[in-house]
């Protein structure tokens, strides 16, 4: 099991360029997640699949953003103009139908695509 | 409006002391809650969760309380160790389903002095 993928690591981009982010689950989870971390927000949700179907995008910050999901095991995250606002690190995650002893079992988490915009 | 709020932004605690983490919430609709625990340059990793039917859950160093009317939960390290260094993020659910979304707090970072 190699986790859930993420890239690049690290981004560093001019504002006003696309910046693409992308995301491979871990086979046979059926949910993924992108969280963006800051230091004021801590971990906030911007979208969430259930089987490939985007189920709530009311963390996406505005138009700039937008998220894909074309099959169970790829993702996108874009922004596009990208503005130094957006200067973060960006998880990924993913998850299944699943609990243990009735508690939730938690994402998987991938390492992060830390984002500078100049 | 933040519905998960941990509110010490750091803690430094003696190696073999017990490390208390604090949380609270605004949600009335959350059952659940994890806490996660991140390394630098690392996602995330679950560490333990509880219901809140439960007002303890306990897994070998580690255990959270849950305090409902309160809207409070705390986690305990006991003893701390210096591995245990880190930030560690608060999360409530309203499912226990797995494919539901976490709402987290901003986190608290943990330094374990030798």
């Known amino acids: 099991d190699a986790g859930v993928i993420q890239s690049p690591r690290h981004e560093v981009t001019e504002m006003g360029q696309e910046v693409t982010l992308r995301c491979k689950p871990i086979?046979?989870?059926?949910?993924l997640f992108w969280y963006r971390q800051t230091m004021m927000r801590g971990l906030e949700l911007l979208i969430y699949?259930?089987?490939?179907?985007?189920?709530?995008d009311s963390g996406m910050p505005e138009d700039r953003f937008s998220a894909k999901m074309p099959n169970a095991s790829f993702s996108t995250l874009k922004i596009q103009p990208s503005e130094p606002r957006d200067s973060a690190v960006y998880f990924c995650?993913?998850?299944?139908?699943?609990?243990?002893?009735?508690?939730?079992?938690?994402?998987?988490f991938g390492s992060g695509t830390r984002l500078t915009v100049v | 409006d933040q519905q998960v709020k941990q509110n010490s932004p750091s803690l430094s605690v003696q190696e073999g002391r017990i490390s208390i983490l604090n949380c609270d919430y605004t949600?009335?609709?959350?059952?659940?809650f994890l806490w996660y625990k991140k390394y630098p340059a690392e996602g995330p990793t679950f560490l333990i969760s509880?219901?809140?039917?439960?007002d303890k859950n306990e897994d070998g160093r580690f255990t959270v309380f849950l305090n409902k009317s309160a809207k409070h939960l705390s986690l305990h390290i006991v003893p701390s160790q210096p591995g245990d260094s880190a930030v560690y993020f608060c999360?409530?659910?309203?499912?226990?389903?797995?494919?539901?979304?976490?709402?987290f707090g901003t986190g608290t970072r943990l330094t374990i002095i030798p």
């Open positions: 509880i219901s809140s039917i439960k």
């Open positions: 699949f259930n089987n490939n179907v985007p189920i709530d």
């Open positions: 086979s046979g989870h059926n949910s």
């Open positions: 995650a993913s998850s299944r139908f699943q609990t243990v002893e009735g508690l939730p079992y938690g994402y998987t």
């Open positions: 949600n009335s609709m959350f059952d659940y």
């Open positions: 999360a409530a659910s309203t499912t226990n389903f797995g494919n539901e979304k976490l709402t």
